[in-house]
Structures are given as C-alpha cells and as structure tokens.
C-alpha cells in the first residue's frame, strides 16, 4: 500500500507503533515497512519479539500500563501510533485504565523528538456516550493537551478478516438462524474497509492538513446493524430472520452476544453499550483531504471472505487478548512444571510424522478435537457458564500456529513444526494451571508421539476437581493421542 501521488505525504522516517499486537498494527506494519520505514513495535512481552523483527520491525520492550521499560524508548521517533486498548481485559475501570497507559505514553514521547501523534479512536458525536467512548474521548484530550501535534481518527465499524465487529456479526448469522435482537439492531452506523482504514493511517502522516485534527471515517454506506447482517446472510446464502424487542437489557444483550460469539464478557458488554446510538461521520469528511476510494460495504464483504478462503488472515483481534491475568508473559508457562503437579502421558507410536504433525497443527477451531468433540464443546459451555472464553474463539488461521495465538479456550506457548512440539496452555476458568503438549520422538527405528497433560492444582478444590474428573480426561485424553497417531 503506497500513498497517493495527489497528497503532500511525508515519509517518515522512524515510527513508533503501540497496539503492535492487536488487530490494527498487525496490518499497518507490513504497509509500512512496504515504503521502507524504520519501525519500532512497542510490545510486553520479549517473547513475541522474533515474530516482528521476522517483519523487519526493530523491538521495544516495555509496559504502558505500569511504565516499565518506556525510558528504552529511541530518540529518533518522530510518529508515534497509539493503538492500544483496554476493552478485553477490562471489566471495570475501563476509563481509568486508558487515561493511565495514555499519560504514560505521552510522558515516553517526552523523551523522544515526536513531531507527530496518530490515534484511532471510536466515533463519539451523539451525547448519551457508552463508556467505552468516554475512555476514547478522555484519551483523546491527554493527547490533544500534550502539544504534540495529534491527528485523530474516530471510526465507525470496521469491516475485515479478523476485526472484532465483522466476526461478531459474521458470528450471529452463521450461528443463529432466527435472532430475538435488542432495539439497538436498528441503530445506524458507517461500516469501513481495514484497507481504507490502513490507507488512512498512512496518509495523515505528515500532512500539514491533518495536524492537531479530528476526522470522523466511515464507509460510504449508512447501514443499521441489521440490514448488515441480512446482508451478509445473502452473501452467504444463508436465510435468517431478526426480530427486535425493546426488553433486552444491557446486561442481558452482553450475555446474549458472549454465549453465541467469539467475544469475551467484558469485550461484548462495552460493544453493546456503544451500540445504543447511531455511529455516523458528522465532521471533518477526510476523503477532502485524503483522496482515498471508501469501499461500499458489499465491496467489504467480498474482499473479507477471499481472504478468510485464501486463509490470508493476516491478524484476529482474538490473538491480542492477554495471556492468563496471573501471566507476567508467554514465558513463565514455556517450562512445564513438574512439582505439586498431576501429570498424564500418553505414547504412541506413529508410522507418517507429517501426518501427525498437520493433525496437531490443525487442531482446535472447526477441525475440532478428533475425539469425543461433543466433550470438549460440552466443557466450552461450561466453560462460559462461569466467565470463561468457552471455544468460540476457535483459532486464526485452519493450519499455521504460532505462539502466542488463542486456540479455543486454549493459548500456543510454543510451536515448532520442524521440532515436532507443540505446548498449549489452559485459558479456561481452572482451580489451577493447566498444559497439553504433544512432541514427536524418536524410539529405535520407530517414531512416537507423546502426549501430556499436566495439571497444576490450587488447593484442595483443585486437587478434588482433578480426581473428580480423572476418568473421563484419562478416557477423552487416551482417545485424543490415537485419533491424532491414527494415519
């Protein structure tokens, strides 16, 4: 992606990108090193370096919730991407916790020679605003009174493989065939293409015109949050009704899209609560300034679903979603601890490695768990039944894996296909830690899959809950380790 020939872009010279993990950055990176642009990706955890300095991105570790490594960063930046947001793993507080990782940004920025910061922020032009937008608009406001100059990017819904919104909606209509809708169904919104967003975000930079400016983005259609859906069934061929009713409350509309969709609890509930009014662009139109092509959403959704079948989904919004609350990073779970643990192994040998690798690398998501797959969709539920992310996550791409990827109610802590390894670890509500890992060995002149489960109990609930349920994981295990052996 290249910036228009008809605007006064500057290219910059070295970026700092923070939400490098997210949806977003993940797509701006490679658009950015494409014009040859030093980039350097904020990120938490070390762990996640090697995939961004494969994309040629220089790394910085550091914190912008607690400060921690912010003084690392270089002198030389001079545009700055403020990406980040707290909405997945924030259930209270929300505005407090993006005010704080805001001034934290800016006091880093101190220390460097910014000319120019660029935010992506949510429409926010009616005035009964969800909390979600005020914790957008207070962000907005620290960086507005930072006096680096900002450019400010409120957009409506994105449309794109792996954005949070599209596979939410995608999610209702391939699931659910006749849908008992909240009122909020026939609110208005402006649906934008992640390709003109990106494109956007590209050609602001620099531009004198944009300088210490909001600009409302948004697709050229005006769409309710209903006819989008039936609009996508059509695509799909799928026939769905909707029907609205006034009576669905906050709380149970949160419920009603964290049991059907990927999304977790805290994700749908502030979703919900910004859907309640209209989403529409009423100021600054950019494309003025920016002479970019919005595509129509019916444009979107044929883009979109090549890529889903091309399985060239370059990011999911899932992925970005933290480890386990107790986790400093992917790291503390690499090393499978062996002390105060229950542990279950199953070996078997195998005859095609290739075969066993790819059913291990395909596992999860809609290949399902090969064995007793009604099992582990039963603990799914049970799973969201008490808060946890249940299975609906699924996995980003149907082959490739990588760590740090969410997979089911799982995450990828390692992942080596030439090695023959691969190490999950448990995302779903435990009374302890929990692994499953597969390693491909060699024994004589044979080879042999191996198969461990390792369960970390926390006190006597979860050393009751392990033998509890021991017969059937010995059973579901047993059968999982020769369904993936089996040629």
């Not at 008809?6 to 701006?28: C, E, N």
């Not at 009122?183 to 919104?189: A, L, M, R, V």
């Not at 090969?370 to 299975?391: I, S």
Request: hydrophobic share 40%; proline share 4%.
């Amino acid at each position: 992606m290249t910036a228009t020939n008809k605007s006064p872009y500057k290219k910059p010279k070295h970026v700092l990108l923070t939400g490098a993990t997210g949806y977003i950055g993940k797509r701006l990176i490679p658009a950015l090193v494409e014009q040859q642009i030093r980039v350097t990706c904020l990120i938490r955890h070390q762990e996640m370096a090697d995939e961004f300095t494969a994309m040629n991105c220089n790394v910085m570790v550091g914190d912008l919730a607690t400060g921690d490594g912010l003084e690392q960063v270089p002198e030389d930046i001079d545009v700055a991407y403020f990406l980040v947001h707290a909405m997945s793993d924030v259930s209270q507080d929300l505005i407090d916790v993006e005010t704080a990782i805001a001034v934290n940004f800016i006091k880093m920025l101190k220390k460097a020679s910014v000319r120019q910061i660029i935010y992506l922020s949510g429409l926010s032009n009616h005035t009964n605003v969800s909390t979600h937008l005020q914790s957008r608009i207070a962000v907005e406001n620290i960086l507005i009174r930072s006096f680096i100059p900002t450019t400010i990017l409120r957009s409506s819904i994105i449309i794109g493989s792996g954005s949070s919104s599209f596979e939410i909606i995608r999610d209702l209509v391939e699931k659910v065939p006749i849908m008992i809708a909240p009122k909020w169904i026939n609110n208005q919104c402006q649906p934008i293409s992640i390709y003109n967003v990106i494109e956007l975000l590209i050609g602001v930079v620099h531009h004198p015109d944009c300088m210490n400016q909001i600009f409302d983005i948004g697709g050229p259609d005006v769409l309710t949050f209903k006819t989008m859906m039936l609009k996508l069934a059509t695509f799909r061929g799928l026939r769905r009704w909707i029907i609205s009713v006034p009576v669905l409350s906050l709380r149970l509309s949160s419920l009603w899209l964290f049991f059907v969709t990927s999304t977790n609890f805290s994700l749908s509930k502030y979703l919900v609560d910004s859907m309640k009014e209209d989403s529409l662009c009423k100021t600054n139109p950019i494309t003025d300034i920016i002479p970019i092509k919005p595509f129509d959403f019916d444009t979107c959704l044929k883009r979109t679903f090549s890529k889903i079948e091309d399985h060239a989904v370059i990011s999911s919004w899932k992925d970005s979603w933290h480890i386990a609350k107790r986790s400093k990073g992917l790291s503390d779970y690499i090393h499978v601890p062996t002390h105060g643990c229950f542990v279950e192994h199953h070996t078997v040998l195998i005859d095609d490695i290739e075969s066993v690798k790819d059913k291990c690398w395909s596992i999860g998501g809609a290949n399902g768990w090969y064995f007793f797959n009604w099992a582990w969709r039963l603990r799914g539920v049970m799973d969201q039944c008490v808060g946890g992310v249940g299975l609906n996550r699924g996995r980003r791409h149907q082959t490739n894996i990588k760590a740090g990827d969410a997979l089911d109610f799982w995450r990828v802590i390692y992942a080596d296909k030439t090695e023959g390894r691969l190490l999950l670890y448990a995302e779903m509500k435990l009374p302890g830690n929990a692994w499953l890992e597969w390693q491909i060995k060699p024994t004589g002149d044979t080879q042999q899959l191996i198969q461990t489960a390792t369960f970390r109990p926390q006190g006597i609930f979860g050393r009751l809950y392990w033998f509890a349920l021991y017969p059937f994981h010995f059973m579901i295990f047993k059968g999982l380790a020769k369904s993936i052996a089996r040629p």
